[in-house]
């Protein structure tokens, strides 16, 4: 069973910045890719950014040229840098290692709220 933790969440102001880390327990090398979804109040999740094992990435309409992905060397973390942060990303971010086969595996989320 993978284990997959977030961290960095928090509060912040309008245009500021927070960085997301989500650690594997394992190398993340083994999964097509990881992926940042989140979910804010009473609305569906929603997958925010990709990156996968080669390297590409896939970054939602709402949040490219403001987020970007990255990974440490060991493989086994992958980053989300939120810059120029707005109150409509406040929400609970989630990491998923996804799986060709089988079921997927999700982080237990962190909140990241963004006031005006």
């Known amino acids: 069973q993978v284990q997959l933790v977030e961290s960095g969440g928090g509060v912040v102001q309008a245009g500021g910045s927070l960085r997301l880390s989500c650690a594997a327990s394992?190398?993340?090398?083994?999964?097509?890719?990881m992926d940042w979804y989140r979910q804010a109040p009473g609305a569906q999740r929603e997958l925010v950014a990709r990156i996968f094992t080669g390297g590409s990435t896939y970054y939602e309409d709402s949040v490219k040229g403001r987020f970007t992905l990255s990974r440490d060397v060991a493989m086994t973390t992958v980053y989300l840098q939120m810059n120029n942060l707005k109150p409509e990303d406040t929400a609970v971010y989630f990491c998923k290692a996804h799986r060709l086969a089988g079921a997927d595996y999700w982080g237990q989320g962190t909140q990241v709220s963004v006031s005006s």
């Open positions: 394992e190398s993340i090398l083994r999964f097509n890719a």
